[in-house]
């Protein structure tokens, strides 16, 4: 498993590009370090949401599932990743598996095509996937990555977010008429092992991002129940 730590801040989308020229004038010499893409993921949880009610009780320890890819899918050259985030308070633990979506039938029922997942994890992570093995939320959004001149502090800016509940019958897309948009935007830093001057580093300060806990999958999912 990765750990690292994290911290998150949301902006207005409206501000976005204030945000980044803020972020690329800072002391600490931020630099763009990687393209901009779309980043979709379905979000896994019990069937009585015990991810989600987690999240929401705020204790310190908490769980997530996920299958992410990027961009649209291929069929003969795409790539998802499967993952499980264990997190206690800013500390982040992840177990990943990545796939070919040729491994996959996706003309298959959403059902089948959780059957055919399962198939492809290795064994130490059946009982993470058989515990959380509901898809209960799809996230779409765009991503710009940030790296500072020492190359210890990570950034990513998410904007353009977008939520829907899992189709039956095609679990990787999203249906029109039940997209749900957000008119914010995520900034996320992150730091893997992680000294205290390096901490401190995350530690932003600027009027255009307000500091705090956040969860797309919270969101979501209270996004769209209402």
């Known amino acids: 498993m990765t750990v690292r730590t994290e911290k998150k801040y949301t902006f207005n989308q409206v501000d976005k590009n204030s945000v980044r020229d803020w972020l690329l004038g800072s002391a600490l010499g931020f630099k763009e ?3 901009k893409r779309e980043v979709n993921s379905i979000y ?7 991810c989600y009610e987690e999240n929401l009780s705020g204790v310190s320890k908490r769980s997530k599932a996920r299958l992410r890819w990027y961009n649209d899918i291929d069929p003969l ?13 800013h500390l982040g633990n992840k177990l990943s598996h990545q796939f070919n979506f040729t491994d996959l039938d996706l003309t298959s029922s959403s059902h089948n095509l959780i059957i055919q ?14 515990t959380f093995s509901e898809p209960s939320l799809l996230v779409s959004y765009q991503r710009e990555y940030y790296e500072e001149i020492q190359r210890k502090v990570r950034v990513t800016l998410d904007d353009e977010i977008i939520f829907s509940r899992p189709g039956y019958e095609n679990l990787f897309s999203m249906n029109d008429n039940q997209k749900i948009p957000m008119s914010h935007g995520v900034l996320e830093v992150k730091i893997e092992n992680a000294s205290e001057a390096e901490w401190k580093k995350m530690f932003f300060s600027n009027y255009l991002i307000r500091g705090g806990r956040h969860s797309k999958y919270a969101i979501g999912i209270n996004a769209t129940s209402s």
């Open 33 to 35: 370090v990687f393209y």
């Open 44 to 50: 896994f949880d019990s069937h009585y949401y015990f």
């Open 77 to 89: 050259s795409s790539k998802a990743t499967f993952e499980m985030k264990v997190k206690s308070n």
């Open 117 to 130: 997942l399962r198939n492809l994890l290795p064994i130490e992570m059946l009982p993470y996937f058989d």
